[in-house]
Structures are given as C-alpha cells and as structure tokens.
C-alpha cells in the first residue's frame, strides 16, 4: 500500500468514527467527501456524490 492510499484510508476511518456530521465541499460548493452519518442524515448511502451540489443531490 502506498503511502497516499494509507493516508486516504486512514482520513476515511477517521471521518467515519466521528458521530457528527461531515461534509468536505469544494471551492463551488461540490461534495468531495462525506462520512457515513452524513450520507445516512442526507439519505445518500449509495448515491453518487462526488463532484455534485446539494441542489443535485435531492430529490
């Protein structure tokens, strides 16, 4: 494993072990990364975020 990957791996375990909410936007207001309470909050599990606005993202 390369030392970028285990740092993304480890970024996501900690993000996901955080019990708020987080939600890491880009310069236009795109997801980049959410962690699992957020993605459960929004109703998102198994939706493509990335790269999208909130407006996108609902229904």
Known sequence: MDTLQKSEEQLRV???ANPD???L????G?????NDYALQLFCLEGVP???????NLQS
């Open 14 to 16: 900690l993000l996901d």
């Open 21 to 23: 909410a987080v939600i």
């Open 25 to 28: 936007k880009d310069g236009e």
């Open 30 to 34: 795109r997801w980049v990364l959410a």
């Open 49 to 55: 975020y990335k790269n999208k606005k909130m407006k």
